[in-house]
């Protein structure tokens, strides 16, 4: 009786083992960056900055677009290794680098730019529609 169990329990258990690691792989789609983020940012000046970041996660590779109070910047590269986050951009011909870690849907941490750099909070938004919002 209990040998006629065994296979039956060795199959629960491949079976418990398959749905884990699926439960890994979708894990990982869920910290996917790809969106719009909102917040603001701090120079060395103490300045607060308005900022948005349009982010493009795909196989690893980050990409989109920085929008601030001062400037528009495109980001070059990046990395997103488990909560940590590095984005770097063009800041009109020098290299700038955004250091941050992921907290819910917030992205927390402190940016540079040559000689520049401070604080930076933002958090991911719904995406826009075109204006359609607010009408009935």
């Known amino acids: 009786m209990v ?28 910290t996917d960056l790809t969106g719009r983020y909102e917040g603001s940012a701090k120079n060395k000046a103490e300045d607060v900055i308005t900022v948005s970041i349009d982010l493009t996660e795909k196989e690893g590779a980050l990409s989109g677009t920085i929008n601030s109070s001062h400037g528009d ?4 590269g990046g990395a997103h290794k488990g909560d940590a986050v590095t984005i770097e951009f063009d800041a009109n011909g020098s290299g700038g680098i955004i250091s941050l870690h992921m907290a819910e849907d917030k992205l927390v941490g402190t940016w540079s730019a040559g000689d520049d750099g401070g604080a930076l909070d933002v958090k991911r938004v719904a995406a826009q529609e075109g204006g359609a919002k607010g009408k009935s």
């Not at 065994?6 to 749905?19: D, F, I």
């Open 3 to 30: 040998s006629a169990r065994l296979p039956v329990l060795g199959l629960v258990l491949a079976m418990a083992c398959v749905a884990l690691a699926q439960q890994g792989k979708n894990g990982s789609a869920k």
């Open 73 to 76: 910047f495109p980001i070059t």
